[in-house]
């Protein structure tokens, strides 16, 4: 039977993950407190690990329930401890001395600030899939693989890329269950230069993407909807959570099910 095996947040988007039991849903099909902060620059654009490797410099914990951030720059171990939003403006000038440019910390307890506006809900992958991707990749973790693909739910009890079945054509999504909550899918997860980086140290494995297509083309399920593969470099599933969800709680160890479609 498939379930709910593990629960990550992201607090800050682009930074650290925060492993949970559960997770309250938004009314914007969001999960509360995953990616509810998040770096700009002067331009109001996002800063994370797509536009400035300096990302994977640093180090970060935040504690939502007492608004409690810890910074620490992993080459020298300093750290520095901030409390929102009282401390806001200094920790402004802290990450603008950090990246050298200005950079503001905002933050949206609403709906946080989602990659997909289109599927703003949390991305599912399974613990099979992240072990046989780790596979194609020498000396490559599956707790590394989980941590550079940055999914929000993981199922077990499933074979690789059983979440393949989670969409269908473009036009449509395919409704499933997890616990009492209702999620609908949506596409396949486009990935983007971050994947084949350490998430530490920045450094890259050599030809990952395109080894990555090849092995992906290769083992994609009879199940999966092939045509919403325009390249390979696609892995975990895409999310909408209706709005009448919105406070039901998902928890790992509820059981996963497909259900009709809407």
Known sequence: MPYLTGISLYPIKSLDPMAATEATVLASGGLRHDRELALFDEEGKFVNGKRSPLVHGLCAAFDPAIGALCLEIRATGRACHFYLPDDQSVLNAWLGDYFGKPITLRRN???GFPDDLNAPGPTVISTATLEEVASWF???SVESARVRFRANLEIGGVPPFWEDQLFGEADGVVPFQIGDVTLHGVNPCQ????PPRDPQTGEAIPDFSPIFRARREETLPAWATRSRFNHFYRLAVNTRIPAAEAGEILRV?????LTPGP
């Open 109 to 111: 307890t609403e709906g």
């Open 191 to 194: 990935r983007c230069v971050v």
């Open 253 to 257: 160890g509820d059981e996963v099910h």
């Open 138 to 140: 020498p000396g490559l």
